[in-house]
């Protein structure tokens, strides 16, 4: 390693939501999500693969991976395993390019994420998820803090105490792997963690584990059915899990089937989850005397409990990190890795999420003029004010400027943006441009001098700048900006600050210029099922198929040439090949069953993947001829395939163009 004082050092995350960070010395040069490159949501990372993430932050440097002083991997799987051996990663080349690796728990990187970005000089540390890292991968400090061992050991809580350049594990508790969260082919599944306590519901009620949000967001209209003893109970300091509750789902109903019972189920997991969370910081503060807590893992992305720990009063600084889930461990282990080559730790509070790379202008106008016959675009002079107006009047915005956020939620970067004061503005993004269903809440972005007035009870020095606290609104807020309120009276509450995000600053300024009111109604930049957009590209498209009014694109303005529908675009195939695999597996009895599956091998920006499709998108896929146009190619499937619909054709077109698999042109022969 050399022995710069501003090394080069990579850290990856390879767990689902993978990702990379890229530090040179102290400071982020660039973070990403590999979903974001790939057009794949929650898409997974491997220690032992090429990543586009990797690639993406390489670029953003200008450096090749010779020029790394070190890369750190964590891992959420098996450190060892053939999948996850970094040495064997093509992309890096370790061996002939003689860097320098370290591996660490999944854990330790979401700790030194939180501690890293919090700007504490000290701090103790809670992590929390579904699972972490197995006991294989845990340094002999973690071993010994580890409460009570079992088979299989893996994390799923971590106590840690953070001073100067020091992680020191403090307590840690392990779930046997498989139990974490049981897969039953009917039925709620078991678990054996708070995460897939909460991931269990979660599949239970949409049919997803990952749907973790929309629990969170459904649960306020319900009541606790079930009471948290139901979960779990507390026995010498170790959380103890039961199977009481799925004993009463022994079916695969999804929602909106058993309405009221699901409600119920959502309001009971929360509660559940309150009480989980309270005992573990009340222990924590107990083992760690600090002022400061930094929490991270994906269970700290429950808004409803972070706005619960704030208001405790158990410490006095609380900060949990817009990346709390798992691509932030790649800036924990970026961290790590720097505080392991310098031995040494320089406090700095991070104050925005947008880690992304900044597209020139240049390239931002190649994308514009790509589009041009299907939108048209203007640069105003006054654009913010412009903006303010037509969203003053009813108009959803497109929001693309700057590099956009690493974590999950839109911050300004890469957002659509309404009226609050329209109530009706929430359903028609529920029901038109999201297509979700009408419980899921919207969030107000507001300046953040002007946020206390509009929380109740709020802290003298109340701020939300990643939108991680839900609180409850004053009767005023509900009522000048009922699109924002919840059906409880809370809000995901985002702060703007000034010096963090002019721009976005002064597009909510000039609104309430307009309208007196400082919120904008904010929701993340994506078309269902797909990651938040991250080029020019893909913001203009999601624009052009969702029903948005007009976009913001850095200095342009841009809107739809009427009359076009997307079915009157012809698509053009532009990936190099796919491949069909077919499987055929055992089944009771004796008889076999054949699954095809398709994979596209598509071109990025920054290298390319292999990615497999859904069945309506091949058929979609297999269509395309760049000669049809999209009203023709539904007549031809639907004369073939039942279910073949106007939206469902256009839904594929949507996933295939966020692949990089296909292109759209207004007429045949341009």
């Known amino acids: 390693m050399g022995s710069s004082k501003s090394p080069w050092v990579l850290g990856i995350s390879a767990s689902h939501n993978g990702g990379a960070c890229l530090l040179k010395g102290n400071e982020i040069v660039v973070a990403v999500q590999e979903e974001r490159l790939t057009g794949c949501k929650r898409e997974r990372l491997f220690g032992a693969t090429e990543s586009l993430a990797v690639a993406y932050c390489l670029e953003q440097g200008g450096i090749s991976p010779k020029d790394l002083d070190l890369v750190v991997l964590a891992t959420q799987g098996r450190a060892r395993s053939a999948k996850q051996d970094i040495f064997l990663n093509p992309q890096l080349q370790i061996a002939r390019n003689s860097l320098d690796v370290l591996t660490i728990s999944h854990h330790v990187a979401h700790a030194a994420s939180a501690y890293a970005l919090s700007g504490f000089e000290r701090s103790a540390i809670l992590v929390v998820d579904g ?8 340094s002999r400090e973690e071993r010994s803090s580890v409460l009570s061992l079992c088979p299989d050991a893996w994390e799923h809580i971590s106590f840690y105490a953070a001073e100067g350049a020091t992680l020191k594990p403090v307590r840690k508790q392990v779930v046997e792997g498989s139990l974490w969260l049981t897969e039953p082919q009917t039925g709620m599944p078991s678990f054996g963690s708070i995460g897939g306590m909460y991931s269990a ?63 119920d189920l959502a309001c009971s997991v929360q509660a559940a989850l309150h009480v989980a969370i309270h005992e573990l910081v009340d222990s924590l503060r107990k083992l760690c005397p600090s002022e400061n807590l ?48 310098t031995n040494a730790y320089r406090p700095k509070r991070t104050v925005t999420d947008a880690l992304g790379k900044r597209y020139r202008l240049r390239d931002i106008n190649v994308s514009l003029n790509r589009m041009r ?53 929430k359903t028609r993004l529920n029901e038109v441009v999201k297509r979700r269903a009408n419980f899921r809440p919207f969030a107000p972005s507001i300046l953040e001098e002007e946020a206390r007035s509009f929380v109740k009870k709020a802290e003298r020095d109340f701020i939300s700048p990643f939108m991680l606290r839900v609180s409850p609104l004053t009767a005023e807020a509900q009522m000048i900006a009922p699109a924002i309120s919840h059906i409880d009276g809370t809000a995901r509450i985002h702060t703007v600050n000034r ?3 002019p721009r976005f600053y002064e597009l909510i300024e000039q609104f309430r210029r307009i309208t007196g009111v400082p919120i904008l109604l904010n929701t993340s930049f994506n078309s269902r099922g797909e990651p938040i957009v991250e080029t020019a590209d ?14 913001v694109i850095e200095n342009a303005l841009v809107e739809k040439q009427p009359n076009l529908s997307p079915l009157d675009l012809y698509a053009v195939i532009t990936c190099p090949s796919y491949t069909i695999v077919v499987q055929q597996r055992n089944e009771a009895r004796g008889r076999r069953r054949e699954s095809t599956q398709a994979f596209l091998q598509f071109r990025t920006p920054w290298g390319r993947a292999t990615r497999s499709i859904g069945s309506q998108d091949f058929r979609v896929f297999r269509a395309i001829d760049g000669r049809t146009n999209g009203w023709e190619l539904l007549s031809k499937l639907a004369a073939k395939h039942d279910g073949i619909t106007a939206s469902t054709v256009i839904d594929s077109f949507i996933r295939l163009r966020r692949m990089s698999s296909i292109m759209f042109k207004r007429n045949p022969w341009t």
């Open 538 to 551: 893909d913001a203009l498209w999601c624009f052009y198929f969702l029903d948005l009014d007009f976009c």
């Open 499 to 501: 010096a963090a995000n």
């Open 131 to 138: 699972l972490g890292s197995p006991l294989e991968d845990f």
């Open 201 to 263: 519901v979660a599949q239970q009620i949409f049919g997803d584990p990952m749907e973790a949000g929309q629990v969170m967001g459904l649960a306020p209209y319900g009541r606790p059915r079930h009471a948290p003893r139901d979960f779990f109970h507390v026995s010498k300091e170790t959380l103890v899990f039961h199977d009481i509750v799925p004993k009463f789902y022994r079916h695969n109903r999804r929602w909106p089937q058993c309405k009221r019972k699901y409600e």
């Open 294 to 341: 930094c929490y991270a893992g994906g269970v700290a992305l429950n808004g409803s409990v972070n706005e619960e720990l704030h208001r405790s009063g158990l410490f006095k600084k609380i900060f949990v990190p817009a990346p709390a889930e798992d691509s932030g461990a790649a800036i924990g282990a970026a961290f790590v890795g720097l505080w392991h080559a």
């Open 373 to 425: 016959g299907i939108i048209k675009k203007s640069n105003k002079p006054k654009i913010i004010v412009e903006a303010a107006e037509r969203i003053s009047a009813g108009q959803l915005c497109g929001w693309f400027q700057g590099g956009a956020e690493f974590g999950p939620r839109a911050l300004g970067q890469r957002s659509i943006l309404a009226d609050p004061r329209d109530i009706s503005t």
